[in-house]
C-alpha cells in the first residue's frame, strides 16, 4: 500500500520543517507508482502529482507532523478533492416518467446495471418502474432484458430487432405516461470498442428522449481504458454520473479516480456483483482512503498524541507488532481509553483498513455502549480474558448475571472483539507501526 511504501521515504524526511522539490522527489515518485498501481490512468496520475506538488511546495509543516505525513495529508486532499464527498442518488426531478438511459461498452453491465437500478428504485425510492431495451442488434439482449425485468418484477416494454431505437423509446415513454411508472430505464446497445456509428446513435437518441439522466456504465476492470472511454462518452454525451461495474473483482479502485476526474460527473453506484442486489451507493470520500490504505491516519495521531495514555497504547503497538495475540484485556484499555476519546465511532472512522468495517458495527459501538462492554469484560476472570476461548454458554451465562446483562450482550461484545482483533491482526502488517511512529515523534 501506499503507507507501506511511503514510511520509507517518511523516515528520511523527518526532521526537515519545510517541504521543498527536493525534499519531497522520492516521496513523490512513490505516490506516482501506488496510484498507478491502483490502476489510476496514467494522463490523471500526472496531473494529480502536479497538483500536489504545486501545493506541497514551501508548505511548512505543523510541529505534530513529519514531512512525510504532511505530505501524505496533502496527497488525500487532492484525492479527496477530485471524488468530491458527497454520495449523490439519481436525480428524478421532473415530471414522470423520469427518463434514465445507460450509455457505455458492449460488456460494460449496462443490462445488469438497469435490472439493479430498477430493483434499488423500487425498494429503496418506492417508485413504478419501467424498462426498455433499445438494442436492436441482439434480440438475445432484449430478452435477457425481460428476464431481468421479471426477476425484480417491475414492468417490461417490449420492443423488437426490426425497430427503430428512438421510436421503441418513444413509444416506450407514452405507454409508461399512461400508466403512471415513475421511471423509466432505457438500456441500449454498445460496440466491444468506441466507434462512431454507435456513438451517433446514442447522441441521437439522448437528443429524442431527452433523458434525466445519463449514466456512463464502465467496467472497473478494465483500468486504463476505462479512462479513454469515459473520454469519448464524456465529449459525445451530456453525462450525468457514472457506474462502475465490477468492482467486486477489482480491489484497486483507480478506475473510480480516472473516471471520476475525466467525466468530471459523480459516481453513483457502484456494481458489486453480478446479481441484482449487487449494487452499492458509491461513497466517494472513501476511495482515497482506500486507494491509500490509511484511513484518517493523520488526525488519528494528533489525538492520541493528546489523550491516550501513551505508554499503555505502546504496550500494545509493540505487542501486535510481535505478532502476540490480541485479548479482551487489551480490549478494555482500549475501550477505557476511547472512552476519553469521545467514543469509538469517531476513532474507527480514523483508523486505517476502517472503511470495511459496516456503519452498523460501528455505531454499535458509541459512547453509550462502551461502559457497559467494559462492565462485561470486567466481570470476567482474568483467565477468560487472557484465553477467550473459553468462553462457552455457561461462562457467559455467569459473566452476563455478573455485569448486570444477558447473555445476548455477552455476545454481542464478543462479536465485537472478534472484529477488533481481526482489525489488529491487520494492523500488525505496518499501520499500528506506522502509527507508533507518529507518536513517538
Ligand atoms: P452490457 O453489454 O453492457 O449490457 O453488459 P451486461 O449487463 O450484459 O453484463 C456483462 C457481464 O458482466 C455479465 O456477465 C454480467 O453478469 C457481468 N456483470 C455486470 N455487472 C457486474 C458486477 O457488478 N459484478 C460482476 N461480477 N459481474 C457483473
Ligand atoms: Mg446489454
Redesign the pocket.
Known amino acids: 500500500s501506499l503507507t507501506q511504501r511511503l514510511s520509507g521515504t517518511i523516515e528520511r524526511l523527518r526532521g526537515r520543517g519545510r517541504l521543498t522539490e527536493e525534499n519531497i522527489r522520492e516521496s513523490l515518485r512513490e505516490v506516482r507508482i501506488a496510484l498507478l498501481e491502483a490502476d489510476v490512468a496514467l494522463p490523471v496520475v500526472q496531473a494529480l502529482i502536479e497538483r500536489i506538488k504545486v501545493r506541497a511546495v514551501g508548505q511548512e509543516v505543523l510541529k505534530s507532523l513529519t514531512p512525510g505525513q504532511a505530505l501524505i495529508k496533502i496527497v488525500r486532499d487532492e484525492m479527496s478533492a477530485v471524488m468530491g464527498s458527497a454520495a449523490s442518488d439519481l436525480n428524478l426531478n421532473v415530471p414522470a416518467p423520469a427518463v434514465i438511459l ?1 450509455a ?13 437500478l430498477a430493483k434499488h428504485l423500487k425498494e429503496k425510492r418506492k417508485k413504478k418502474v419501467m424498462v426498455v431495451s433499445a ?1 436492436v442488434y441482439r434480440p438475445a ?1 432484449i430478452e ?1 432484458l425481460k428476464t431481468l425485468a421479471q426477476q425484480v418484477d417491475v414492468l417490461f416494454f417490449p420492443s423488437s430487432a426490426d425497430q427503430k431505437p428512438e421510436a421503441i423509446v418513444k413509444a416506450a415513454i407514452d405507454d409508461a405516461r399512461k400508466s403512471y411508472v415513475d421511471v423509466l430505464l432505457v ?1 441500449t446497445a ?1 460496440r466491444t470498442s468506441i466507434d462512431e456509428a454507435m456513438m451517433a446513435e446514442i447522441k441521437a437518441l439522448h437528443a429524442a428522449v431527452k433523458p434525466v439522466e445519463t449514466l456512463f ?1 464502465v ?1 472497473s476492470m478494465t483500468g486504463q481504458d476505462a479512462a479513454v472511454t469515459a473520454k469519448h462518452f464524456g465529449e459525445a454525451l451530456p453525462l450525468t454520473g457514472v457506474v462502475l ?5 477489482d480491489a484497486r479502485g483507480g478506475a473510480a479516480l480516472s473516471v471520476r476526474y475525466i467525466t468530471q460527473r459523480p459516481i453513483k453506484f ?5 446479481k441484482p442486489d ?2 452499492d451507493v458509491f461513497h466517494p470520500d472513501r476511495i482515497a482512503s482506500r486507494i491509500l490504505d490509511m484511513g484518517d491516519v493523520l488526525s488519528l495521531v494528533e489525538q492520541v498524541e493528546q489523550q491516550v495514555d501513551k505508554d499503555k497504547a505502546q504496550k500494545l503497538a509493540e505487542k501486535v507488532a510481535k505478532g502476540k495475540k490480541f485479548d479482551l484485556n487489551d480490549m478494555k484499555d482500549q475501550l477505557e481509553q476511547m472512552q476519553n476519546m469521545g467514543g469509538l465511532h469517531g476513532l474507527m472512522d480514523k483508523l486505517p483498513g476502517m472503511g470495511q468495517i459496516p456503519d452498523s458495527v460501528k455505531s454499535e459501538v458509541t459512547g453509550k455502549e462502551v461502559p457497559r462492554m467494559v462492565a462485561i469484560i470486567n466481570s470476567m476472570t482474568k483467565k477468560e480474558r487472557r484465553n477467550p476461548a473459553l468462553l462457552n454458554g455457561s461462562r457467559r451465562a455467569r459473566i452476563a448475571k455478573g455485569a448486570g446483562l444477558t447473555p445476548a450482550d455477552v455476545n454481542k461484545l464478543m462479536k465485537q472483539f472478534q472484529q477488533m482483533e481481526k482489525m489488529m491482526s491487520k494492523l500488525s502488517g505496518g499501520g499500528m507501526k506506522g502509527l507508533m511512529r507518529g507518536m513517538k515523534g
Open positions: 445507460m457505455g461498452l458492449q460488456g460494460a453491465g449496462k443490462t445488469t446495471t438497469v435490472a439493479k438494442d439482449a435477457q438500456d454498445g456504465v467496467d461495474t465490477k468492482t467486486d473483482g457502484i456494481g458489486t456483483g453480478e449487487g449494487l
